[in-house]
Protein backbone atom coordinates (compact mmCIF):
# COMPACT_ATOMS: atom_id res chain seq x y z
CA UNK A 1 0.00 0.00 0.00
CA UNK A 2 1.32 3.11 -0.84
CA UNK A 3 1.11 6.34 1.52
CA UNK A 4 2.64 9.64 1.40
CA UNK A 5 2.33 11.57 4.83
CA UNK A 6 3.74 15.52 4.38
CA UNK A 7 3.88 17.32 7.93
CA UNK A 8 5.35 20.47 8.57
CA UNK A 9 3.16 22.59 7.13
CA UNK A 10 1.83 25.89 10.18
CA UNK A 11 0.79 29.38 10.53
CA UNK A 12 3.68 31.51 9.90
CA UNK A 13 4.31 35.19 9.55
CA UNK A 14 5.10 37.06 5.98
CA UNK A 15 8.66 36.79 5.70
CA UNK A 16 9.37 33.69 7.47
CA UNK A 17 10.35 30.14 6.57
CA UNK A 18 8.86 26.59 7.14
CA UNK A 19 10.33 23.08 5.88
CA UNK A 20 7.57 20.56 4.09
CA UNK A 21 8.35 17.11 4.54
CA UNK A 22 6.33 13.74 2.86
CA UNK A 23 7.55 10.73 3.82
CA UNK A 24 7.29 7.75 1.20
CA UNK A 25 6.20 4.21 1.52
CA UNK A 26 4.93 1.38 -0.68
CA UNK A 27 7.16 3.10 -3.47
CA UNK A 28 10.83 2.37 -5.06
CA UNK A 29 11.01 6.24 -3.84
CA UNK A 30 14.50 6.72 -5.35
CA UNK A 31 12.86 6.50 -9.06
CA UNK A 32 10.06 8.26 -8.88
CA UNK A 33 9.44 11.82 -9.18
CA UNK A 34 8.64 13.93 -6.44
CA UNK A 35 6.46 16.66 -6.64
CA UNK A 36 4.79 19.67 -4.47
CA UNK A 37 1.47 21.26 -5.27
CA UNK A 38 -0.25 23.47 -3.31
CA UNK A 39 -4.42 24.61 -3.90
CA UNK A 40 -5.46 27.98 -2.46
CA UNK A 41 -9.14 28.26 -1.62
CA UNK A 42 -10.95 28.66 -5.05
CA UNK A 43 -7.74 27.88 -7.10
CA UNK A 44 -6.68 25.11 -9.33
CA UNK A 45 -3.90 22.52 -7.88
CA UNK A 46 -0.68 23.82 -9.09
CA UNK A 47 2.65 22.53 -9.27
CA UNK A 48 5.24 24.10 -7.05
CA UNK A 49 8.02 22.08 -7.37
CA UNK A 50 9.33 18.82 -8.85
CA UNK A 51 12.35 16.79 -8.31
CA UNK A 52 12.73 14.17 -11.20
CA UNK A 53 15.05 11.11 -9.07
CA UNK A 54 17.70 13.47 -8.19
CA UNK A 55 18.44 14.56 -11.61
CA UNK A 56 16.33 18.21 -12.44
CA UNK A 57 14.52 20.16 -10.80
CA UNK A 58 11.88 22.71 -11.43
CA UNK A 59 9.64 25.21 -9.68
CA UNK A 60 6.72 27.18 -10.67
CA UNK A 61 7.97 31.18 -11.51
CA UNK A 62 6.33 32.47 -8.03
CA UNK A 63 8.51 30.78 -5.62
CA UNK A 64 11.69 30.35 -7.69
CA UNK A 65 14.63 31.88 -5.84
CA UNK A 66 12.54 30.98 -2.43
CA UNK A 67 11.67 27.82 -2.41
CA UNK A 68 14.01 24.91 -2.63
CA UNK A 69 13.06 21.09 -3.01
CA UNK A 70 15.11 18.08 -2.19
CA UNK A 71 15.14 14.34 -0.99
CA UNK A 72 16.65 11.85 0.94
CA UNK A 73 16.15 8.53 -1.12
CA UNK A 74 17.66 6.82 2.47
CA UNK A 75 14.86 7.91 4.16
CA UNK A 76 12.27 7.92 1.26
CA UNK A 77 11.25 11.31 1.89
CA UNK A 78 11.09 14.45 0.19
CA UNK A 79 11.06 17.96 1.29
CA UNK A 80 10.23 21.64 0.72
CA UNK A 81 12.35 24.36 2.09
CA UNK A 82 10.12 27.57 1.60
CA UNK A 83 11.55 31.17 3.08
CA UNK A 84 10.53 34.60 2.25
CA UNK A 85 6.51 33.41 2.58
CA UNK A 86 4.11 35.40 1.82
CA UNK A 87 0.62 35.54 2.03
CA UNK A 88 0.05 34.14 -1.67
CA UNK A 89 1.60 30.99 -0.56
CA UNK A 90 -1.10 30.10 1.79
CA UNK A 91 -2.38 26.59 0.54
CA UNK A 92 -2.79 23.51 1.51
CA UNK A 93 0.53 21.81 0.06
CA UNK A 94 0.44 18.17 -1.64
CA UNK A 95 3.13 15.77 -1.83
CA UNK A 96 2.92 13.42 -5.26
CA UNK A 97 4.39 10.70 -6.37
CA UNK A 98 4.81 9.78 -10.06
CA UNK A 99 6.22 7.52 -12.77
CA UNK A 100 5.78 6.40 -16.07
CA UNK A 101 7.12 3.01 -16.83
CA UNK A 102 6.26 0.67 -19.96
CA UNK A 103 3.14 3.16 -20.82
CA UNK A 104 1.85 3.37 -17.51
CA UNK A 105 1.35 6.15 -14.80
CA UNK A 106 1.73 5.47 -11.58
CA UNK A 107 0.43 8.65 -9.49
CA UNK A 108 0.12 8.81 -5.57
CA UNK A 109 -0.82 11.57 -3.51
CA UNK A 110 -0.55 12.97 0.29
CA UNK A 111 -3.56 14.28 2.36
CA UNK A 112 -2.31 17.84 2.51
CA UNK A 113 -0.71 20.11 5.11
CA UNK A 114 -2.25 23.77 5.57
CA UNK A 115 0.37 26.54 5.56
CA UNK A 116 -0.54 29.88 6.31
CA UNK A 117 1.21 33.06 5.70
CA UNK A 118 -0.52 35.70 8.06
CA UNK A 119 0.56 38.57 10.44
Known amino acids: QVQLVESGGDLVQPGGSLRLSCAASGISFSIYTMGWYRQAPGKQRELVAA???????NYADSVKGRFTISRDNAKNTVYLQMNSLNSEDTAVYYC?????????????WGQGTQVTVSS
Open 96 to 108: NARLTNYGRTYDY
Open 51 to 57: DRSGTTT
